[in-house]
């Protein structure tokens, strides 16, 4: 499956961003991930599209929501009270099957990737 990453973009801390993530075809589960230079791959949040259980990092709970759009095929990533750690390429992921009761956040589980998107937080 293809994935087009938009929203990125420049904000100060405590704004807000929100990022699109659209799919050419139906995943059952699709994460966002995030790299800062210098830094590995981290999970920030996923979802099992059918049944909307999610799954976030710690460093990013209760500020960011994931959702999804079904008929769109997209997966949406809520950001806010961004914070100036929160600066990276985000990418978002897909994955064919199920992985447990919760969505993984683990980068070498994901089969497809999109381009990504840079988020500045300052």
């Known amino acids: 499956v293809q994935l087009v990453e938009s929203g990125g973009g420049s904000v100060q801390a405590g704004g807000s961003l929100r990022l699109s993530c659209a799919a050419s075809?139906?995943?059952?589960?699709m994460g966002w991930f995030r790299q800062a230079p210098g830094k590995e791959r981290e999970g920030v949040a996923s979802?099992?599209?059918?049944?909307?259980?999610?799954n976030y990092a710690d460093s990013v709970m209760g500020r960011f929501t994931i959702s999804q759009d079904n008929a769109k095929k997209t997966v949406y990533l809520q950001m806010t009270s961004l914070k100036a750690e929160d600066t990276a390429m985000y990418y978002c992921a897909a994955r064919a099957n199920f992985m447990g009761a919760r969505p993984p956040l683990t980068f070498g589980t994901y089969s497809d990737w999109g381009q990504g998107t840079q988020v500045t937080v300052s």
């Open positions: 075809g139906y995943t059952p589960c």
């Open positions: 979802v099992y599209t059918g049944t909307g259980r999610t």
